[in-house]
């Protein structure tokens, strides 16, 4: 029994190690050297922040920052005034149409980008088509199979029907039920899908290459053949951006839960 | 908020019938809750009780049939345009908001301006004790305060009609007496008209004025807690409402034998043949015998004033009996007995 116990204790001590081992060298280590690499002085004497600084002098650095934002920003509020009011129907009416939705939802993840962006370009209105607007489209619909999950879990997670059954019958109208009991209720979920959107858009390199339009993942591809040290602060760079989003989903999501409580 | 200063309304359903499919859960209810009163629908689930209660606070529709507040046609008007506080099983209180904006959120959507509305949530935190409570949030409080804030809730609205959905079952058993009598306290305080479905029959014969009994979508019976018990109309009636013998014997022409005794069969005249009649245990009574009796006891248990006393007759049939204390002291487990039943008419139901 005691040795059984060791082992297993043994066992489990190994496993931790060896994934701690696996996930330093080809996680941790990677980020550190290229880290400190970025920091290198051109030759290899000493550090500073040039490669920073060439970074910020690069032409269209700034401008691409814009653009990825500005959409990305967009395609999160577009995709979150889409779904929360179909998920909302769709959780509160029959299930009937729930299925379908949930297809056409995954479709993103399966149809090739090619396709994708090809065909949905020419569905779109051309004077649509001539603005970097139509990336925003785009960006909602490589979003839907993810703000599908996160909002339908989210309104799983309350008791939808009665709260807007107490709602209604309290004298409010359907807008006033989902502004004031539903989006506070399912907060968390909102945010999250929030930033999934936000965090997808600004990431997105395939769509809008294929388009000719110029983001900030775009840039940095053309931007990082000229210099490879500037190309590691480049990486480095996105890396911190993309952790410090992920910390603010994570912060957000929380703070929601709290506020819903335990015990519904 | 006083009983002078509201006129207290009127619920009429007529024929009110609803389909689901194929299945219909409710079958042409009639019912008239007057003024004030408090009229429970009792039955098993699936009775349809609780499509009757969605149908009047309009969260359901009719499939055919009419419903009148105070005379008017409420078929059509929308659900948040009834004006009914409907408390839930689930008390359904909105998470994000404390006691006191869960109380007044009816009251924002009425437009109802923040002095006003200020002076109603302090009167019904009043009214449901709660009033240390204004600022939790509903994961603070237990589930009795939660059930009490849902009932200010729907009464701050000041409801033509009071709605309450079974809401005393997610409630542990001290906190449901004590929440269904301030329930019923309110409730005449303020002489609101209101509509309570449940399953619980002891729930159902406390509080209420009268007691609807229903079954397969239909009224089996209404009536006022003391008819209902003393004279069902029907066995299931009788079996739904308080304890119930059922004890087998032999119906001839328009009597039983029970125990001996001869006595007249109220229902299902002309029956023959085996039948249980349907006997209450406070109806039996058991007695000492130097001989041999028609039973044995069981066991006794002593509640306080009365006493319940479990024998089995000689033909095997387990008879439950009610006496006062101190009558039965003198009856042991084990011992011979004679069982009477002091009726002169009974409910057979066929076996």
């Given amino acids: 029994m005691a040795s059984n116990l060791r082992n297993s204790s043994l066992q489990k001590w190994s496993i931790i190690i060896f994934a701690s081992l696996l996930g330093f060298t080809l996680f941790i280590l990677p980020v550190i050297a290229s880290s400190i690499y970025s920091f290198q002085k051109p030759g290899g004497k000493g550090y500073s922040f040039i490669s920073y600084t060439w970074l910020l002098h690069q032409a269209g650095f700034f401008p691409s920052v814009g653009t990825s934002l500005k959409l990305a920003v967009l395609a999160g509020i577009l995709n979150i005034s889409l779904m929360v009011p179909t998920m909302v129907y769709l959780n509160f009416t029959g299930q009937k149409l729930k299925p379908l939705v949930d297809f056409i939802c995954i479709l993103p993840l399966v149809i090739p980008v090619v396709s994708l962006a090809i065909g949905a370009q020419n569905a779109m209105p051309s004077f649509l088509q001539n603005t970097q607007y139509e990336l925003v489209f785009f960006f909602v619909i490589i979003g839907l199979p993810f703000t599908y999950r996160t909002l339908d879990t989210a309104l799983q997670a309350i008791s939808l029907k009665t709260l807007v059954e107490a709602s209604r019958s309290l004298g409010a109208s359907w807008i006033r039920t989902i502004i004031r009991v539903i989006v506070p209720a399912i907060r968390g979920g909102i945010t999250g899908a929030l930033f999934l959107t936000f965090a997808l858009s600004i990431g997105e390199y395939t769509i809008t290459s294929l388009l000719h339009w110029e983001t900030f993942p775009t840039w940095t591809v053309v931007a990082s053949q000229q210099n490879i040290l500037g190309a590691i602060a480049l990486s480095v760079f996105s890396f911190v951006s993309a952790i410090a989003l992920l910390a603010t989903v994570a912060l957000f999501s929380k703070k929601g839960a709290r506020q819903v409580g335990v015990d519904q | ?351």
């Fill in chain 2, 1 to 351: 908020m006083n009983k002078k200063d509201r006129v207290s309304s009127t619920l009429e359903l007529r024929g009110v019938s609803r389909n689901f499919g194929p299945v219909t859960a409710l079958d042409g209810l009639d019912l008239v809750v007057a003024p004030g009163e408090l009229v429970a629908l009792l039955g098993p689930s699936g009775c349809g009780k609780t499509t009757a209660l969605r149908i009047v606070a309009g969260l359901e529709v009719a499939t055919s049939g009419e419903l009148f507040v105070n005379g008017e046609r409420y078929n059509e008007v929308a659900a948040n345009a009834r004006d009914m506080g409907m408390v839930f099983q689930s008390y359904s209180l909105f998470p994000n908001l404390n006691v006191s904006e869960n109380i007044e959120y009816g009251l924002r959507a009425r437009k109802i301006g923040s002095a006003q509305r200020a002076k109603r949530v302090a009167e019904m935190l009043e009214l449901v004790a709660l009033e240390s409570k204004a600022k939790s949030f509903p994961h603070q409080l237990s589930g009795g305060q939660q059930q009490r804030v849902a009932l200010a809730r729907a009464l701050a609205i000041e409801p033509r009609v009071l709605l309450l959905d079974e809401p005393l079952s997610a409630l542990d058993a001290q906190v449901r007496s004590q929440i269904r009598d301030e329930i019923r306290r309110i409730q005449l305080e303020l002489g609101i008209t209101t509509l309570f479905v449940t399953h619980d029959q002891e729930e159902a014969l406390t509080i209420s004025d009268r007691v609807g009994v229903m079954s397969n979508g239909r009224l089996e019976q209404i009536d006022i807690p003391d008819v209902l018990y003393n004279n069902p109309v029907s066995t299931f009636v009788a079996n739904f409402v308080g304890t119930m013998n059922h004890i087998p014997t032999i119906a001839s022409g328009d009597t039983v034998d029970i125990f001996g005794k001869k006595i007249r069969v109220k229902n299902s005249k002309g029956v023959n043949g085996s039948v249980s009649a349907l006997v209450r245990p406070e109806s039996i009574e058991v007695t000492r015998t130097s001989g041999s009796g028609n039973a044995k006891i069981i066991t006794r248990s002593f509640l306080g004033a009365s006493s319940q006393i479990i024998c089995q007759t000689a033909e095997g049939a387990v008879i439950q009996a009610l006496m006062p204390s101190h009558e039965s002291g003198d009856l042991h487990p084990g011992e011979d007995v004679t069982l009477n039943v002091t009726l002169n008419e009974v409910l057979v139901s066929h076996v």
